[in-house]
């Protein structure tokens, strides 16, 4: 009986959606789709005590969504500017520190820890700052858009007299002694 139930309803609720205007089944067929994809989201973060670690439960979650989520129950600060559309699946119980490094391999986080009161002789998370994505394309155009390099000890500078040019040499050859070697050159007086 109750099947038929369920059928009789899911009849009704099928005939009455292709009785719709067709903008309006639209409308609803994207509600229940945004319904149906916020469900299927999961997150669980449970904090353990200096022995146990803490349980990370995440299923189809923004990265950025699960560190807040982290920084409320764990109380560090959180910096994000990677990126939002990032999202992972996770279900492991670790330390807190041990938690947020295995939380994605391709982004650049940088996790700062000090002494936790709370646990003596362990860390606790004091900042998380999850760096922004480096986009190969941007690399590339900075890499194409290169700057005047100026003239080597080996080129002539332009609009420089003799002296100038002579003086610019030897300053550029001394540079790239120091540079080199870390130490200035020997002069004639400690030359053997």
């Known amino acids: 009986m109750a099947a038929s139930k369920v059928s009789s309803v899911a009849h009704r609720t099928i005939r009455f959606s292709l009785e719709m205007p067709p903008a309006t089944r639209r409308s609803a067929f994207l509600l229940m789709f945004v319904a149906i994809s916020a469900g299927a989201q999961q997150l669980q973060v449970t904090p353990g005590d200096c022995k146990t670690g803490t349980l990370l439960v995440a299923k189809q979650v923004a990265l950025s969504e699960v560190l807040r989520k982290l920084a409320q129950s764990l109380d560090f600060e959180l910096k994000f500017e990677g990126d939002p559309a990032r999202r992972i699946d996770a279900n492991m119980t670790r330390p807190p520190i041990e938690l947020v490094n295995a939380l994605s391999a391709q982004d650049s986080m940088i996790v700062t820890q000090g002494r936790d009161p709370k ?19 941007t690399i590339r155009d900075a890499a194409a858009v290169r700057r005047p390099v100026p003239p080597t000890v080996g080129q002539a500078a332009p609009g420089l007299t003799p002296k100038e040019e002579k003086e610019r040499r030897d ?18 007086e400690q030359s053997p």
């Open 119 to 137: 646990c003596p002789g362990q860390n606790r998370i004091v900042k998380v700052w999850v760096l922004p994505p480096t986009n190969p394309a």
């Open 171 to 188: 300053k550029m050859a001394y540079d790239e002694y120091v540079g080199t070697h870390g130490v200035p050159p020997p002069t004639d």
